[in-house]
């Protein structure tokens, strides 16, 4: 159900430094995830996924790390910039094809 | 060159009030779906369609009615509008099993 009561949870980093959010999931049968970055009065946008057959996927300046033991999925954000300022939502895809977000963290960078 | 695209982008009515909000994608996905973004930024899947077939339909309370008129089409219904239906509804869509696309939003108000 909904997250009543409470906050977003939030991140404040220095522009320059690197950035970690963390995700708990649910479902350890959920077979892929995926991290969305959402700016301001925008949809969430895609920014990097990875299959449980794996335990680490690099992009552009990020990184995704998924521990399937402790059910646990981690954004790393290198050099983090103004632009990356958004709440970021892990996803996971469980069977039948939803997708199940969490929660949602708010990263803030300052400048 | 949108995506993923929805209108109108805000809608304020007043409650009781019956409403449309209407999405299009021109990605060639056969699946499509509607979310629900609260205050507190939850994200939560109302309503997926596959091919326009409903394939997951959540506790949604069945005032709201999703018609599928074309796999590249998903509109929402929504009848006698309360309070609490309002909230920032997301449209999206996706090859089965892969990162899903999402719409820019619609801002609805109900006073």
């Known amino acids: 159900g909904e997250s009543v009561g409470l906050h977003l949870p939030t991140l404040s980093v220095q522009e320059g430094d690197n950035s970690i959010i963390n995700c708990a999931y649910s479902n350890s049968a959920s077979d892929y995830f995926i991290w969305y970055k959402q700016e301001s009065g925008k949809g969430p946008q895609f920014i990097i996924d990875?299959?449980?057959?794996?335990d680490k996927r690099q992009g552009q300046r990020v990184t995704v790390l998924l521990n399937k033991t402790v059910k646990h999925l981690s954004l790393q954000i290198a050099a983090t910039q103004p632009g990356d300022s958004a709440v970021y939502f892990c996803a996971e895809n469980s069977q039948g094809g939803k997708l199940i977000f969490g929660q949602g963290t708010e990263l803030s960078v300052k400048p | 060159d949108t995506a993923v695209s929805q209108t109108p982008k805000y809608l304020v009515t007043q409650m009781g009030n019956d409403k449309s909000i209407k999405c299009e994608q021109n990605l060639g996905h056969d699946t499509m779906y509607w979310y629900k973004q609260d205050s507190k930024k939850f994200l939560k899947i109302m309503f997926s369609?596959?091919?326009?077939?409903?394939?997951i339909n959540e506790t949604v309370p069945n005032r709201f009615s999703p018609k599928s008129p074309d796999k590249a089409h998903l509109n929402l219904h929504i009848n006698s509008l309360e309070l609490g239906d309002s909230a920032v509804y997301f449209c999206a869509s996706s090859e089965p099993g892969l990162q899903q696309y999402f719409g820019p939003g619609t801002r609805l108000t109900v006073l």
């Open positions: 369609y596959n091919n326009k077939e409903l394939i």
């Open positions: 990875i299959r449980s057959n794996m």
